[in-house]
């Protein structure tokens, strides 16, 4: 069976402790997540812009339809 993958992208916004928990949450949950990138921007201490690519694996080509 083949495997696509299917991908998200998300910005979020806060204080290193308000990244940091969020990425250990996402770290943490049942379902598997495969990381794609993530870039780390500092727009004005303490206040930091991360940008974050994550995947999920499946069978199923149409794996969201909007």
Known sequence: AALYRHGVELTIE???ADV???????????QHILW???QLKVEQ??????TLRLY???QDRNWLEI
Do not use: C, D, E, R
Not at 20 to 30: D, I
Not at 45 to 50: A, I, R, T
């Open 14 to 16: 806060g204080s290193y």
């Open 56 to 58: 999920t694996l499946s």
């Open 36 to 38: 794609g990138g993530l």
């Open 45 to 50: 201490h303490p206040k930091m812009v991360v």
């Open 20 to 30: 940091v928990a969020f990425l250990l949450a996402v770290q943490a949950m049942p």
